[in-house]
């Protein structure tokens, strides 16, 4: 396909990226001033007010690539807030969870990083949020199913277990 319709896909991708590039150029910012990276805030934020998940959860949940999570994890696991522990459904799998201290932390840094990305959002309607979320949910399905169809799905082997 070429022409006008690829022009239009082309810089609608453009403009997705730089959202993206946008966004987390303001979230790391407000995010370093809370002593923290940027994967370590998506991990304390993804595990906050939960029991724990597996690190195969935790990957699907996260926008951490398989090759950074254990690296991370192990560094939240030295500071005491996190802990890693086999799964008790599955011995073959761990479950990583905040502990008190991690918890706390959590309750502490995630409603201030909300409080700071809040104003960004407050000129847009609720309609207007809902419907872009809709639309970029249909572009995410349209590569995921494209992704699928070009390469059969292995299964994703867990990389963040303790040994």
């Known amino acids: 396909m ?21 966004f987390e150029h303001y979230s790391a910012a407000h995010v370093r001033t809370l002593g923290l990276t940027g994967a370590q805030f998506d991990i304390i934020a993804t595990l906050g007010n939960t029991k724990g998940m597996s690190c195969k959860e935790l990957g699907e949940k996260t ?3 398989k090759g950074t999570m254990t690296g991370v994890l ?9 802990e890693r522990r086999p799964s008790p ?11 008190a201290e991690g918890q706390a932390l959590f309750e502490r840094v995630f409603p201030a990083h909300i409080a700071y ?44 277990h303790a040994d």
Not at 120 to 135: D, N
Request: glycine letters at 4%.
């Open 117 to 160: 990305v809040d104003p960004v959002f407050a000129g847009f309607e609720e309609a207007e949020l809902r419907a872009l979320k809709a639309e970029l949910a249909k572009v995410r399905a349209a590569f995921v199913a494209a992704s699928a169809a070009a390469a059969p799905a292995t299964a994703d082997m867990e990389t963040c």
């Open 74 to 82: 192990d560094r939240l696991e030295a500071k005491g807030l996190l």
């Open 2 to 22: 070429s022409g006008p319709h690829q022009k239009v896909y082309m810089s609608a991708i453009r403009e997705m990226l730089e959202c993206a590039r946008a």
């Open 63 to 65: 926008l951490i690539t």
């Open 89 to 99: 459904e599955d011995g073959r799998s761990w479950i990583t969870a905040l502990t």
